[in-house]
Nanobody
Framework: QVQLVESGGGLVQAGDSLRLSCAVSGRAFSRYAMGWFRQAPGKEREFVARISASGRNTDSADSVKGRFTISRDNAINTLYLRMNNLKPEDTGLYYC??????WGTGLRDYDYWGQGTQVTVSS
C-alpha cells in the first residue's frame, strides 16, 4: 500500500511563498507519475501540477503557470510544490497524488491520495 503525507501548508499573505512537500512510502516512488490538486471550499477538486516519474516532464494549470513549480527527489521519495506570489484565490486544501500507469490531469488518473495540507492566503 502506498501512503502519501503532505506538509508545508499554512496561513500567509498575498505575495508570499510556500513550499509544500509530499512524503511517499514504499520503494516504487520513482515509477509513479505524481500530481498536485487543490480544493477550495464549496468547489470541486482541481488539477494544479503534474510531473512524470523521471521528473523530466512537468505541466501545470494556467492559473498557476509562472508562479508554481512542481519537482521531485526520487532519492528521498518526496514530491514538492513551490508556490510563489500567492493569491487569495490559491486558498484551499492541497493534495498530492500518485499515478501507477497514467500521467493525466483528471482525478481518475491517480491511484493514491494524501489527506491534504491547508493553504490559506489572506489579502
Amino acid at each position: 500500500q502506498v501512503q502519501l503525507v503532505e506538509s508545508g501548508g499554512g496561513l500567509v499573505q498575498a505575495g508570499d511563498s510556500l513550499r509544500l512537500s509530499c512524503a511517499v512510502s514504499g520503494r516504487a516512488f520513482s515509477r509513479y507519475a505524481m500530481g498536485w490538486f487543490r480544493q477550495a471550499p464549496g468547489k470541486e477538486r482541481e488539477f494544479v501540477a503534474r510531473i512524470s516519474a523521471s521528473g523530466r516532464n512537468t505541466d501545470s494549470a494556467d492559473s498557476v503557470k509562472g508562479r508554481f513549480t512542481i519537482s521531485r527527489d526520487n532519492a528521498i521519495n518526496t514530491l514538492y510544490l513551490r508556490m510563489n506570489n500567492l493569491k487569495p484565490e490559491d486558498t484551499g486544501l492541497y493534495y498530492c497524488a500518485a499515478a501507477l500507469t497514467t500521467w493525466g490531469t483528471g482525478l481518475r488518473d491517480y491511484d493514491y491520495w494524501g489527506q491534504g495540507t491547508q493553504v490559506t492566503v489572506s489579502s
